[in-house]
């Protein structure tokens, strides 16, 4: 906590205009921003931060709930949150999360000196902050813009790689195909529950009840199981799924979250709050031309394109695609390439990944170099990092 009067501080809001204003109205303070709570809690885990200021995004009653995300990492960090409206309902929720303050816009100078001051107070009249260990997972999304793409063999495969390599427990793979997720068949795990069980708790959700809603695969994986049946899709919405993405970021190392083919609400917020894309595509016409429709689009809300790494599925398949001038029509490189091979289906009816049923197959060597993309350890023992053309038997 400052002790010269001189803070660090984190803005958070997608709309810069208020983080800019707000920015100039904390001379003397060190700013950190933030576009959303994932980038927040990266910011938290990197800065030493002293308080935050959730902008007038998170002041309304559908969304403030997200702030949770801030105490999920760091129980007693100092919230303040700037907000257009100051309804009795919004003020009591915010409190009700640990929100120290709550602001109106616009904010000046004046307020934020006094806000500050109050924090400080109440700093001093708590003693000294427990420790806290921040542990912030790795959110790694498989996203295709068109079904069939290979986004769940990906997905499984990817998932079961990382937690062989990370050890058990420290990885989890949700299903957010929301209406038609097959994670579960894949890894042949019978879920007790599901994404909707998650939903129907979350007011009262935390670290404990929610690895109680895991699954677990043989692999040590853990896994966040999509509903059973379309209907119940509706039920999860998309808070509750960011939500939940904020608190198995404290959980596990790796979240891997496999989805559906379309750039919908969910999937948005999903894409928002990912370190790593892996933007799967089929080598077919109709894959490559979605692929690119959804890469505009994305684009177009000023995607932090470095974050996706494309991955070309059925690299051998008859289609006779060019790579080249798929990377041209993309503006990506490939960054990996996964065979077609039949041993594929048949893992997948198996219900048993393909890196596992047979791992010394060339499609499983492909799968673990995906998941080499996005694993931060050591290279694991066996195989050159990519380059080496050895076949394996099988
Ligand atoms: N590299 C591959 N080789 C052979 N078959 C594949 C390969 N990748 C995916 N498939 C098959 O294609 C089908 C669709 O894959 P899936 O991962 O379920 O697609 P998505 O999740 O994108 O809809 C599955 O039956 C799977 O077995
Ligand atoms: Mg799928």
């Not at 204003?21 to 002293?50: C, F, W």
């Not at 993309?373 to 195989?383: F, H, I, P, Q």
Request: aromatic share 4%; glycine share 6%.
């Amino acid at each position: 906590m400052p002790v010269d009067g001189s803070w660090s501080v984190l803005i958070i809001d997608g709309e810069a205009g208020f983080v800019d204003d707000t920015k100039g109205l904390l001379p003397g303070h060190t700013v950190y921003t933030a576009r959303n709570m994932s980038d927040a809690q990266r910011r938290m885990v990197e800065e030493g931060i002293d308080a935050a200021i959730a902008g007038p995004s998170f002041g309304r009653a559908d969304n403030v709930r997200e702030i949770s995300a801030l105490f999920d990492l760091r129980p007693n960090l100092p919230v303040i949150l700037a907000s257009d409206e100051m309804t009795t309902d919004l003020l009591r929720t915010a409190m009700r999360l640990g929100v120290k303050d709550v602001l109106e816009t616009p904010l000046t100078q004046d307020k934020l000196r006094d806000s500050l001051t109050l924090l400080d107070q109440h700093h001093r009249d708590e003693g000294p902050t427990p420790e806290w260990k921040p542990r912030i997972g790795k959110v790694v999304t498989i996203m295709s813009p068109k079904g069939g793409a290979g986004k769940t063999v990906a997905a499984s495969n990817v998932a079961v790689t990382l937690a062989e390599w990370a050890g058990p427990d420290q990885v989890v793979v949700m299903d957010a195909d929301l209406q038609f997720g097959d994670i579960c068949i894949t890894l042949q795990v019978d879920p007790k529950h599901t994404l909707v069980d998650v939903a129907r708790d979350i007011d009262k959700l935390d670290e404990e009840l929610l690895s109680s809603l895991l699954a677990r695969h043989s692999s040590g994986l853990r896994v966040l199981a999509a509903p059973l049946e379309p209907a119940l899709a509706e039920e999860v919405s998309t808070a509750v799924i960011v939500r939940t993405i904020g608190m198995l970021r404290r959980m596990f190392e790796y979240i891997v979250i496999d989805t559906a083919p379309f750039l919908d609400e969910p999937v948005l917020s999903i894409l928002e709050r990912s370190d790593t894309v892996l933007l799967v595509v089929d080598m077919d016409l109709p894959s490559v031309k979605n692929a690119k429709l959804a890469l505009d689009t994305l684009r177009l809300i000023k995607f932090p394109f470095e974050k996706i790494r494309l991955v070309l599925n059925r690299n051998n398949s008859k289609a006779r695609l060019d790579v080249s001038e798929l990377e041209r029509s993309l503006g990506l490189r490939v960054e990996a390439s996964v065979v077609s091979d039949k041993l594929v289906p048949r893992a997948v009816n198996e219900g048993v990944p393909v890196v596992q049923l047979n791992p010394r197959s060339r499609v499983a060597r492909d799968l673990r170099n995906v998941a080499r993309l996005v694993y931060d350890g050591a290279a694991t023992a066996g195989e050159g990092q990519g380059g080496s053309h050895r076949r394996f038997g099988r």
